[in-house]
């Protein structure tokens, strides 16, 4: 007997939760770095083994985001999800009671592999559920739970590892909460012409027929190349303040976090602007409020100055994230939306991981970081090209729909 369900607010606040659980993998553990390196000082390279900690899952989600995604087209979406909570608070609370280095190391890995999957599930059944204008929003508002949760979560860090370096791992059990919401509010979807009815098996879907390899590859290149800028702010920052003078370690923490905010704002306007502008113009404008704050950076003599750009690029950040999320998301039809989501999710991640690369490998040329931030107001410029590209791209595509439409419909 099939199942009838409807997507509400409790809906999506379910899957908005879980995008957290990436975030926290990092940031919540960032303050006891230095707890850790006295903990391990006696390993060899501990200095090269321990921030380990902190990137193994990132690098997991990068790799394994797009095999997360071929075992939810094939399983089903919400099985493998609720499975994935589980997995992420058993792995994630593991070293509070190991003593070894390369065991925990080990468990991260496992946090990173439920991570890939925490975070290509719960995005692909958003578009599971909703469609339009609900979609945009819901997607959109990703990116403001992942930047607020952040400022959250390096305070929660701090705050528990003054009970030693093992307290903070006890929040990882939060992912059984948001298996109690998924499992209360959530079903597993039927397909896409039956959002709301609730499938009674595996849809064991592995076929690549019809998936849109050319469009997804410009969208997974633009994600990369824009990823790059998104969290620079985020990470350099601080520096970026130290060299203008700035000694406060606290100080430099809390001017970073309230810049930051312009991420949520960002993301803000992107649900009353996205949905009515074409794709090209937005990247247009992304780009363009990115250059600007990085050019503003570089060149600030004072340390509001430099905040100024910094909330510039960071409003700039926080429309592009849902704005490729979206395009990509609109493409995927749901016999492969968790392939698709994957490829874009990974995508995202391997921009993150090489971010900082590119700001060292700047700076090391430029004499300095504020020198590095006017080379990434150049690169980010580039994006006007971008823009123009994907903006005749997406024209030409619509046009070719409408074409079969017409054809279709005689």
Not at 201 to 213: I, K, T, V
């Amino acid at each position: 007997m099939t199942r009838h369900h409807e997507a509400g607010f409790m809906t999506g606040i379910s899957l908005l939760l879980p995008i957290t659980l990436t975030t926290m993998a990092i940031v919540l553990l960032t303050p006891i770095i230095p707890n850790l390196m006295a903990e391990f000082s006696e390993v060899p390279n501990h200095e090269y083994w321990v921030p380990m900690i902190l990137t193994f899952p990132s690098l997991c989600v990068a790799l394994l985001c797009p095999f997360a995604g071929i075992l939810g087209d094939y399983f089903g979406r919400r099985r493998l999800l609720m499975f994935s909570f589980f997995l992420y608070a058993a792995v994630g609370v593991a070293p509070i009671f190991l003593t070894d280095l390369t065991h925990i190391l080990i468990s991260r890995i496992g946090v990173g592999i439920a991570e890939a999957l925490i975070y290509v599930l719960s995005t692909t059944m958003i578009g599971d559920y909703y469609k339009g204008a609900s979609r945009d929003k819901w997607l959109a508002a990703q990116t403001a739970f992942a930047s607020m949760s952040a400022l959250l979560f390096f305070n929660l860090g701090g705050i528990m590892g003054e009970s030693g370096w093992r307290t903070p791992f006890w929040a990882y059990v939060s992912a059984l909460v948001m298996f109690l919401l998924v499992w209360k509010f959530t079903w597993e979807p039927a397909g896409e012409a039956h959002p709301d009815d609730e499938a009674d098996h595996a849809p064991h879907n592995l076929s690549w027929q019809g998936f849109p390899w050319a469009t997804m590859a410009m969208i997974v290149a633009i994600t990369i190349y824009g990823s790059i800028f998104f969290y620079t702010v985020q990470i350099q920052a601080p520096s970026g303040l130290a060299e203008l003078g700035l000694t406060s370690p606290a100080e430099r923490g809390f001017l970073t976090s309230i810049a930051s905010i312009g991420v949520p704002l960002g993301t803000f306007l992107y649900s009353r602007v996205g949905p009515k502008w074409p794709v090209g113009r937005l990247l247009l404008v992304e780009f363009g409020l990115l250059a600007i704050g990085f050019m503003l950076m570089g060149k600030a003599g004072s340390v509001t100055g430099f905040l100024s750009g910094c909330f510039i690029n960071q409003v700039g950040a926080g429309l592009l994230l849902p704005t490729l999320l979206v395009w990509s998301m609109s493409i995927l039809q749901f016999e492969f939306r968790g392939r698709g989501t994957g490829f874009w999710q990974s995508a995202f991640a391997f921009g993150q991981f090489l971010s900082p690369v590119v700001v060292t490998f700047s700076a090391q040329r430029t004499g300095g970081l504020l020198g590095a931030f006017m080379v990434l107001s150049i690169g980010a410029l580039g994006g006007v090209a971008i823009a123009l590209i994907a903006a005749r791209s997406t024209g030409k595509g619509t046009s070719e729909q409408e074409e079969a439409e017409v054809l279709v419909n005689g």
